[in-house]
């Protein structure tokens, strides 16, 4: 089990009081819920970061899958929920078989 460490962080009235409601729906304490939030706002954070890396060039996708704990066939996976369209074009998967060909 990792470590945990306390954090006092200032929010809006109104964020608590959907936080309370939240956690009432899912039967569990607010700071789980807190939590949860916060993991996936990273795990999303992640991926993007990535995914514009990805989409400028700087990485492969074997590399933005790294980078987020993903295999390449979830992170293919986020791009295409996130409206990714690859630009590899059929032009160049018949450019690339014909170099196969030798």
């Not at 569990?28 to 060039?57: H, N």
Request: proline fraction near 0%.
């Amino acid at each position: 089990m990792s470590e945990l460490v306390s954090l006092g962080v200032r929010l809006d009235k109104k964020v608590v009081e959907e936080l309370n409601r939240i956690a009432n729906e899912e039967h569990e304490d607010r700071t789980t819920v807190i939590r949860k939030f916060i993991a996936d706002a990273i795990g999303s954070y992640k991926k993007d970061k990535a995914l514009r890396k990805y989409e400028q060039g700087k990485i492969s996708i074997s590399k933005a899958a790294e980078e987020t704990g993903l295999t390449v066939e979830e992170i293919e996976e986020y791009m295409v929920r996130r409206g990714y369209r690859s630009r590899y074009s059929t032009i160049d998967l018949e450019r690339e078989m014909e170099l196969l060909k030798g």
